[in-house]
Nanobody, 113 residues
Framework: QVQLVESGGGLVQPGGSLNLSCVAS????????LAWSRQAPGKQRELVARIRRFGQTNYADAVNGRFTISRDNAKNTGYLEMRSLKPEDTATYSCTLEGAGDWGRGTQVTVSS
């Protein structure tokens, strides 16, 4: 059974940084594309970033240049480094392995002064 556990969220001031982690179990992590999404209250889920098996990355326009997605296949872990955070980045951030199951439960990120 695939399990994804996100961590690293919290409260940060505008302009600050956070590093999120996504630990996978029950699956061959290295075989799948890893994706991060976010969902704010009352809004649809938004794909934030994606990293393919061999490292090719894609970003939403809203985060390009501020967020960096990475993965460590040996640790079955994905990462999302977030810099220059803005209030509009406030959301629950979740990860998934595309084609392998649902999104994880997520970790809350709040950007506020």
């Amino acid at each position: 059974q695939v399990q994804l556990v996100e961590s690293g969220g919290g409260l940060v001031q505008p302009g600050g940084s956070l590093n999120l982690s996504c630990v996978a179990s029950g699956i061959n992590f290295s075989m799948y594309t890893l994706a991060w999404s976010r969902q704010a209250p009352g809004k649809q889920r938004e794909l934030v970033a994606r990293i393919r098996r061999f490292g090719q990355t894609n970003y939403a326009d809203a985060v390009n240049g501020r967020f960096t997605i990475s993965r460590d296949n040996a640790k079955n872990t994905g990462y999302l480094e977030m810099r220059s955070l803005k209030p509009e980045d406030t959301a629950t951030y979740s990860c998934t392995l595309e084609g392998a199951g649902d999104w994880g439960r997520g970790t809350q990120v709040t950007v506020s002064s």
